[in-house]
């Protein structure tokens, strides 16, 4: 039962991730491409924690919240230079 959800959930953040990436790629404008990454930094997230899942370990934990501070800030530093042209001031 649990290996079929845990199927399920990696073959929805990969259609998701897909679906993102067509965003990211298409986007209008610049803030529509910002949130395209910033929910594949989502996506991968799940698909990391998810794959841990199925392999029995907690070590994948660990480096899914390093991808989620490394995509928070990097989706930050991209939303400032965007409003105020640098990053730091």
């Known amino acids: 039962m649990i290996w079929g959800a845990l199927v399920f959930g990696l073959t929805a953040a990969v259609a998701g991730l897909l679906m993102n990436s067509w965003r990211l790629a298409k986007g209008p404008d610049a803030t529509d491409r910002i949130l395209a990454s910033d929910t594949?930094?989502?996506?991968?997230?799940?698909?990391?924690?998810?794959?841990?899942?199925?392999?029995?370990?907690?070590?994948?934990?660990?480096?899914?919240?390093?991808?989620?501070?490394?995509?928070?800030?990097?989706?930050?530093?991209?939303?400032?230079?965007?409003?105020?042209?640098?990053?730091?001031e």
Do not use: K
């Open 40 to 88: 594949m930094v989502v996506n991968t997230i799940a698909l990391i924690i998810l794959y841990g899942m199925l392999q029995g370990t907690t070590t994948y934990f660990e480096s899914a919240l390093l991808f989620a501070m490394f995509g928070f800030t990097s989706t930050v530093a991209y939303c400032r230079f965007l409003l105020r042209g640098d990053i730091i």
